[in-house]
């Protein structure tokens, strides 16, 4: 495999990981909004999804420790937002879908 190739392939693995973990983090956080809030008036909802953009962050350089290569250093501002926005997108989705069909984990 040439050097070019493996460095795409690290770029890749770095994108699928670092989209993975924030839409994870969005739909988990959906689901413990819809636990902890009492409806969508409740800013705990939104404190939820803060507090899960935040955590990744820690997560992130946690998992370079691990062996897993996601060049946190080289994080921008944009990184940053992408992270925000996936998280925050997926978030909203699914806690508008469990507040309008009224499920309750």
Not at 5 to 22: K, M, W
Not at 44 to 61: D, K, S
Request: net charge negative; glycine share 8%.
């Amino acid at each position: 495999m040439s050097t070019d190739t493996a460095e795409r392939r690290a770029e890749h693995v770095r994108g699928v990981t670092v989209t993975f973990l924030a839409c994870f983090a969005g739909v988990v956080a959906a689901v413990v909004s819809a636990s902890v809030a009492s409806g969508p008036e409740d800013l705990l909802g939104v404190y939820v999804v803060a507090g899960a953009v935040l955590m990744q962050f820690p997560l992130h350089r946690g998992l370079e420790a691990v062996g897993i290569d996601l060049d946190v250093d080289d994080f921008g501002p944009k990184d940053f937002l992408y992270v925000a926005f996936m998280t925050f997108a997926l978030w909203f989705v699914c806690w508008t879908v469990l507040l309008t069909t009224g499920t309750s984990p």
